[in-house]
């Protein structure tokens, strides 16, 4: 309050009366008001009388802020009996003192008595008030009475304005903050540096590109290019909000200063829209620039790295954060629990299991669902239902996590189990569920719970939008060799994706069909749709199982050179597949030694197998011994060697393959298979007599075997079953 006020008149109430309205701050100054003159207190001495009105009022400044705000309207009543009416500052400035303490305790009938006394007082149009009286409004979404308020008062300062469109644009209402800034022109008011960046984000909210490009030229007719670093960073956003990454580039390559919005805002247009190679190489130059990296554009940059497959990368980074003194926060967290779900880093998992136990985040459902895809993932599934049993109130998400665990391991009895249980809890199952279970009918082979699931989509609604669960249905029908069944439902797709033709492309790769495997693939181009590297290993694959040398090769060469895809040691294991298959060796040979990935085991068993089929033993023992050499602990691979050492007469060789296994403590397990019984699925091994209907099975697999002959099928005479090179290996150790 102005300290110039020149009288006031108490009427009716001591000094020592109006002291006990005072907190004893208040007191202690107005006894040294007292002490200082020399004085007795009189209640017409007009020094006496500044003084205590000063000190009320400090007082209901105090009681205002500490949220007392019935003493403080208390407070305010003695205010407006004793001040004068010569000066109404004092009860100007009370009431946007109490107003400010209405908005932040929630006091909507105490606020709104506020406004009918300044109406009353006719100061319902005062630059002071009507910036609070929007800010209170609008506090409680009253967004229409804040906007009659503001329209009201004529002001010329854009200062009300800028309160009602921002309000508006927090509240989503973007359409109605852009009307609020053309009335808000229309009166006269001229818009200013805090007015640009709500109107700017609204613009790009409702995608209206010719209206951004309009308050574009304003800023510029207003300022030229000398704008506010917020204005700057705003048109920014707004361009890549519209895709128009270009003008947003150009925006932010002019800023004369950045801050860290600045750079988290044109990285994130770039994210946005999946252009992870433009958005790492700005988080590059943010960093040379000794910017500082906020935590949102570390998560954003994490995240990317995950979402293009770099999960070492994504650790590498959150291990950077915490370098940098930056804290995990869960969002951090689930990136990097995500990561190592990937790549099975259970050790790293667990140390950022323990790091949000330490922040307390391992109660958000977000971590504890991240936590169990990461167990689970990581063949931990122990923990994983520790996890989930830990779990008072579980939500589908946390089903949905436990469930993936389950089918990723293969577990079918415990997924069936458990998706039961999930039904009887009362909780219905969504996309991600039925999407996470039929790639697991396809694994087990249980195509009829696939169809029943297929029906269940087709009952219920809502389910037509997820591209996600129709691609999952087309992979089950195509893994389970129904390619016909899978091309019907992709046919009934309205909208496909690189995922949606990947799957199908594999079916029929899988079925020998690669020439109409090329032609989806061909056909997926010619709709703008960017293959990815799963998608190129299919059809790299289809060539493969279908001998297409030629369009194999070339496919592979064109991967870098017009699909901008870097090969991947899974993209030369099909090529080794490729030349192998037909017989091309030493094209095989060339592409293992002069890639740049280290051989896998798979790779080098690729080779020894091919050399097996076509009797070249040179290739063939080369290839062997560097197989052994990386002692793989699959045992189906040293029957590989052993059979091709079978077939050359090499018995003191296929006598080394017994020692290495020995040696290494590989047993070979054996073979499993399932059979659908008609009330669930039976498993059994060879020689397995142990079921009470084993005599029906054995009788089935001769009558498949009988059709298998029928059909024209004949085992190489070459070749021997994995227990029967076994025996052999036993009998060169004899």
Known sequence: MPSSSPRFVLRGLSVSQIKKCIPKQGKQSAIAVAVQSNYPVVETDASNNVSMIDNLFNSLKDLARKGHLLKAFETFSLIKLHASSANRDVILHSISSLLYSCTNLKSLPQGKQLHAHTISLGFESHLVLVPKLVTFYSSFSLLADAHIITVNSDIVNPLPWNLLISSYVNNGLHGEALSAYREMVHKGVRPDNFTYPSVLKACGEKLDLDFGREVHESINAAYGHRWNLYVHNSLVSMYGKFGELDAARRLFNQMPERDAVSWNGIITNYASRGMWKEAFELFEEMRLASAEVNIITWNTIAGGCVQTRNFKGALELLSQMRRCGIDLDPVAMIIGLGACSHIGAIKLGTVIHASAIRSC?????????????????????????ILFKSIKTKSLTTWNSMLSGYTHMDRSEEASFLFREMLFS?????????????PHCARVANLQQGKEFHCYIMRREGFEDYLLLWNSLVEMYARSGKVLSAKRVFDSLRRRDKVTYTSLIAGYGIQGEGKTALKLFDEMIKHRIKPDQVTMVAVLSACSHSGLVTEGNVLFEKMSTLYGIVPAVEHFSCMVDLFGRAGLLNKAKKVITSMPYRPTTAMWATLVGACRIHGNTEIGEWAAEKLLEMKPENPGYYVLIANMHAAAGRWSKLAEVRTYMRDLGVRKAPGCTWVDVGSGFSPFVVGDTSKHNSNDLYKLLEGLTDLMKDAGYVAGENFSSEDEVLEEIECCNM
Do not use: Q, W
């Open 361 to 385: 985040f391992d109660g958000f459902n977000n971590v504890r669902n991240a936590l169990i895809t990461m167990y689970s993932r990581c063949k931990d599934l122990r923990h994983a239902d």
């Open 426 to 438: 009362g909780i219905e199952p969504n996309y991600v569920t039925i999407a996470s279970i039929l």
